[in-house]
């Protein structure tokens, strides 16, 4: 039970092939952290900040990844100008405090502009990883 980002972070970094491991998606990160309450599941990938929130039920947190941009915005170069990227760009890195607050808990402090270096560390070929779009049970 993960994300793309889980993913490809329990493979490389904790050895688990994820052709050799049962799994499924079951959705919200939310709904992974009850599985795994509820005892259906051994582990599951999800956010740090909602993991935190299900501790007092019993889920332990065993490994939190290197810290990976949580959320992004993107753009298609092929369908906008550069101008129109500007101007989006811009709207949003200067809406008020107000505005952006009402957003979700995980980008109500704002935003800020990418840096690509935070992306190195996820970056793979597909050519020698496959992302499987469903659960194999």
Do not use: C
């Not at 919200?28 to 993991?51: C, P, T, W, Y």
């Amino acid at each position: 039970m993960a994300t793309l980002k889980q993913n490809f972070y329990l493979k490389k970094k904790l050895n688990l092939n994820l052709d050799e491991t049962l799994f499924r998606y079951v959705g919200q990160h939310d709904e992974v952290a009850l599985s795994v309450i509820r005892g259906e599941f051994n582990l599951g990938g999800m956010k740090e900040s909602i993991a935190r929130n299900y501790i007092s039920l019993g889920l332990e947190i065993l490994e939190t990844s290197e810290h990976l941009p949580g959320f992004t915005l993107v753009v298609n170069t092929n369908t906008l100008t550069p101008e129109q990227i500007e101007t989006i760009k811009k709207r949003l890195l200067t809406t008020p405090k107000e505005v952006y607050k009402t957003w979700g808990k995980d980008i109500s402090y704002g935003m800020s502009e990418a840096d690509e270096k935070l992306f190195e560390k996820i970056v793979f070929s597909p050519k020698n990883f496959t992302i499987p779009q469903s659960g194999n049970f």
